[in-house]
């Protein structure tokens, strides 16, 4: 599409108050008849033609105030309607379309899952229905009859509360009416039709309304949205105590379905899952399962506040409600579990999927300022990032002031479209702070690096503290400015404790609290009273989205990995020495050396599993500890002429050393762990049970014989998924002559389970062979295996794209391959094809040949003639 700018965003002309919906569903003609009451807006000039969205869409006809509209007096094509001389008040106008959902591929608009009806209208979806002005910031309330086969579709979904229901005129279809009291954008609207099953339930809100919840499911599945119901209630509850925020329908229903582009969908009243976030049980999840179906169902739920009551003014304004949605759900899964795992994983995915986009072609702010696919910034920057920065409020502001400034959103902006200027209005208000600065993290690309040089002068018993924020150029941008940021550190002292923090260049409160602001691009800081030298514990809790160059030594990380207070840099004071020893053993092997023996850092683990097995630290932190930073985290760290094969290898050497030394200790950890207790998902648990599969990984590493020969006991004693699958890994990512055996007889034990067959097919993509590209080729003939299916394509091809040898392959085969199923999946999904392809998204960091092959292949898109926008889109810009 035409580039969309932020700079041009006007209020629309003209306001659409009511719509009235009537949805005659069928496989391949269904007829929409949608009844608008339509005003010009008053803040707008008037005398506008009034032009709305299409895309895609058949007419049939229209009818202005109740009379047929004559041919000259409208415009239709499948992408726009057009009425220039609307009248000058308020008017009705009525358009019927006619949709074939069975041939909508897109899974936007009204398509269907299985056998059921369903719709997914953000971001510009709607449109794919009806015409409509298909802007966030037109508002209306909505009034829904829709009416299917009372065989075909016995379940009939809308958004709002259900207003009556009967048999239609035409024998064997019935119909329901849904109305919606609250006004909503369109994005926000939703239907599903089908032969389902659900569970139901009821939470009391805080002031005693009773609200009657339910999940609908495929037959048979419905018990499994028994965890779910569960994490529903908790999320009801949480938001009530920690944001004062009351659910304000008589009824909150779920649907899960198997065929979705993302993760789920905030409609109002009506959320729409993709079933992998939904459905759960002890022979089909893992922990992670459990735990993501807790995060996404509170995630949705909570946008009925930060999303749906106060919607965004225009796209640009995406974090406005995902990156606080994603704040919210994050806070709410460190309460229901551990606080520094939470915050350790949220870390991890943060450096693994948004740095990567900071730092390469496809570089964007967090509110974006120019787009050509608004589908294309669904992203890491946008959510994971907007969490960030939402979280960064909150440390500068306080917590008190924090909830005050969001109660003051709410008040303010209840049923409205809003921006962010006036989100961190609230907080600048409340708080008296000035946060000009801060803004600029929403409007400057990439990620700010924080230099910290340290000096500790014994005589004076000072320590002092250099630090700059600096930020390299990103598409676009070729200068950057510094933006506010907490950061929060301590000084460790080498017996343990922090020091008490005495200054005369920081305030009361940042003493007190250890939390620094730095306004400009230098902060000096000189500490008092410090006799000996500490260890700088920088960053704590990762207080900002940044990366750190400083200049602690490996002394000091292995005294932060064992003492450091703040859980969080003691995690990542051991990633840190790993990570110092792993780029040494990459150099060594590009030069032909063999990579080196660390005798502190095979210490340090060994120090790690003593504790875990003596059940001093949560076993959680622990399994998080003992897993070596990824082959991605070590290529984001080299930055530049990346060689996967050597980091690769590097990194086997060292799992191979650590396993072996410490063979003895995880074998017995990995005995010690295995639980005789009946299964429980509940976090601590579930940190026991991954504490067992890394101590596997691990032991396997070293001692591939005995460590598979575990794995084999592991997989036939196992009662849940979390081993299950943990030990089906070791088998399946190491060769012996029993893997395909076992991997087989896996994927046959599981052959009417698509989600767990999502796992394997992503496992076998991950093998670190050659064979896995012809393997990856061959899965596509699976019988379970559909290019229609994202879940199913995601797990193969997705999985393919992570793995960091093979996708990387010196042959530019992997490339290749990557290729042919875009261009070929491009057609029928767009938006699929196109978040695929980002695979690409770190090109320019390769070495010299695998960058030629890369470019090459992006260049081969780049050249047909008929890409989607989606697919134009993120090639144009990788090469850009
Ligand atoms: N707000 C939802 C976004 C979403 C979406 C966007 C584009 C295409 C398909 C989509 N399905 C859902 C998801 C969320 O809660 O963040
Ligand atoms: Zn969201």
């Known amino acids: 599409g035409q580039p969309v700018r932020l700079v041009d965003y006007r209020v629309p002309d003209f306001l659409i108050d009511e719509v009235d919906l009537d949805v005659s569903l069928d496989r391949t003609a269904t007829r929409v008849v949608s009844t608008l009451i339509i005003r010009p807006n008053p803040a707008a000039s008037d005398g506008a033609a009034l032009t709305l969205d299409g895309d895609e869409l058949t007419l049939v006809s229209a009818h202005l105030d109740g009379a047929p509209l004559d041919p000259e007096a409208f415009q239709a094509t499948p992408a726009q309607f057009v009425l220039p001389n609307p009248p000058r008040g308020r008017f009705t106008l009525t358009i019927e379309t006619r949709l074939d959902p069975a041939s909508n591929t897109k899974l936007m608009g009204l398509y269907r899952s299985g056998s059921a009806y369903c719709t997914q209208c953000e971001a510009e979806g709607f449109r794919r229905i009806t015409y409509f002005l298909d802007r966030p910031d037109v508002l209306s309330t909505y009034r829904v009859r829709i009416e299917a086969d009372r065989e075909e579709a016995p379940v009939l979904l809308g958004n709002g509360n259900l207003e009556g229901k009967g048999e239609a005129e035409t024998a064997?279809?019935?119909?329901?009416?849904?109305?919606?009291?609250?006004?909503?954008?369109?994005?926000?609207?939703?239907?599903?039709?089908?032969?389902?099953?659900?569970?139901?339930?009821?939470?009391?809100?805080?002031?005693?309304?009773?609200?009657?919840?339910?999940?609908?499911?495929?037959?048979?599945?419905?018990?499994?949205?028994?965890?779910?119901?569960?994490?529903?209630?908790?999320?009801?509850?949480?938001?009530?105590?920690?944001?004062?925020?009351?659910?304000?329908?008589?009824?909150?229903?779920?649907?899960?379905?198997?065929?979705?582009?993302?993760?789920?969908?905030?409609?109002?009243?009506?959320?729409?899952?993709?079933?992998?976030?939904?459905?759960?049980?002890?022979?089909?999840?893992?922990?992670?399962?459990?735990?993501?179906?807790?995060?996404?169902?509170?995630?949705e739920y909570f946008h009925n506040w930060t999303g749906n009551r106060i919607t965004c003014r225009d796209w640009f304004q995406l974090c406005l409600k995902e990156g606080l949605t994603v704040f919210r759900d994050q806070e709410f899964s460190a309460d229901m579990r551990s606080r520094p795992v939470k915050r350790i994983s949220e870390v991890r995915g943060l450096r693994a999927a948004q740095f990567p986009e900071d730092a390469g072609p496809l570089a964007h702010n967090v509110r974006p300022e120019v787009y050509s696919e608004i589908s294309n910034f669904y992203t890491a920057t946008v959510y994971q990032k907007g969490a960030e920065v939402v979280r960064m409020l909150k440390r500068l502001v306080g917590d008190e002031a924090f909830r005050a400034g969001m109660d003051a959103y709410f008040h303010r902006y209840d049923g409205q479209a809003a921006t962010v200027e006036q989100f961190v209005g609230c907080f600048a208000e409340v708080s008296g702070r000035d946060l000009d600065r801060f803004m600029r993290w929403y409007r400057q690309a990439g990620t700010p690096k924080v230099t910290v040089r340290t000096a500790h002068d014994p005589a004076a018993r000072t320590y002092r503290l250099e630090i700059a924020q600096s930020l390299a150029p990103t598409p676009g941008q070729p200068t950057k400015l510094p933006a506010t940021m907490p950061l929060a550190l301590g000084l460790v002292d080498p017996e343990g404790g922090d020091l008490p923090l005495v200054s005369a260049d920081a305030s009361e409160a940042e003493l007190a609290s250890g939390v620094f602001v730095l306004d400009d691009a230098e902060r000096v800081i000189v500490f008092r009273d410090v006799a000996r030298r500490p260890a700088l514990s920088f960053l704590r809790g990762f207080s900002a989205p940044v990366t750190v160059d400083d200049d602690l030594t490996e002394q000091d990380l292995a005294v932060l990995s064992r003492h450091d207070p703040d859980h969080f840099n003691r995690w990542q004071a051991l990633q840190s020495l790993v990570t110092r020893v792993l780029l040494r053993g990459v150099k060594a092997i590009r030069a032909g050396r063999a990579p080196e023996r660390n005798a502190a850092l095979v210490a340090a683990f060994g120090a790690l599993i003593d504790d875990a097995r003596a059940g001093r630290i949560d076993p959680a932190f622990a399994a998080l500890s003992l897993a070596l930073p990824t082959e991605a985290d070590i290529a984001r760290e080299i930055g530049e002429n990346v060689d996967p094969d050597a980091i690769y290898a590097a990194r086997k050497s060292l799992r191979g050393a650590l396993g072996r030394k410490h063979g003895d200790a995880l074998a017995d950890l990995h005995d010690w762990l295995a639980d005789a207790r009946p299964f429980s998902p509940d976090a601590e648990s579930a940190g026991r049970r991954a504490l067992r599969n890394i101590a596997l990984a691990l032991y396997a590493d070293g001692n591939i014989i005995d460590g598979l020969a575990r794995a084999h006991r592991q997989l036939r004693d196992a009662d849940n998924m979390t081993e299950r699958f943990g030990a089906l890994t070791q088998i399946v990512l190491k060769p012996s002559s029993a893997r395909e055996h076992t991997s087989d007889a896996f994927s046959r034990r599981y052959a009417m389970e698509p989600l767990i067959l999502d796992k394997w097919f992503a496992l076998q993509a991950h093998i670190p062979e050659r064979e896995t590209l012809d393997r990856v080729r061959g899965l596509m003939s699976h019988r379970a295996f559909s290019m229609s299916n994202p879940n199913r394509v995601r797990a193969l091809i997705g999985g393919f794209t992570g793995n960091h040898t093979q996708f990387n392959r010196p042959d530019g085969e992997g490339y290749a391959f990557l290729e042919e199923?875009?261009?070929?999946?491009?057609?029928?999904?767009?938006?699929?094809?196109?978040?695929?392809?980002?695979?690409?998204?770190?090109?320019?960091?390769?070495?010299?040949?695998?960058?030629g092959h890369a470019e090459a292949m992006l260049r081969r898109i780049a050249v047909l003639p008929s890409l989607s926008p989606d697919v134009r889109d993120i090639v144009t810009r990788s090469l850009g």
């Open 172 to 299: 064997g279809r019935h119909w329901a009416l849904w109305t919606d009291p609250h006004k909503k954008p369109c994005y926000l609207f939703a239907l599903v039709a089908g032969d389902l099953a659900h569970i139901s339930d009821a939470f009391v809100t805080a002031s005693g309304r009773k609200v009657d919840l339910a999940i609908f499911t495929e037959h048979g599945r419905e018990e499994r949205a028994r965890y779910a119901m569960e994490a529903l209630k908790r999320a009801m509850a949480w938001d009530e105590k920690a944001y004062g925020r009351e659910y304000d329908l008589d009824v909150f229903n779920i649907v899960a379905v198997s065929d979705f582009n993302m993760g789920a969908m905030e409609n109002k009243g009506l959320n729409v899952f993709n079933d992998k976030y939904v459905l759960a049980s002890q022979e089909t999840a893992t922990d992670d399962d459990y735990a993501n179906i807790e995060g996404v169902i509170a995630h």
């Open 821 to 851: 199923i875009v261009v070929g999946l491009d057609p029928t999904n767009p938006q699929v094809a196109a978040r695929l392809l980002t695979a690409m998204r770190s090109w320019r960091s390769l070495e010299e040949i695998r960058r």
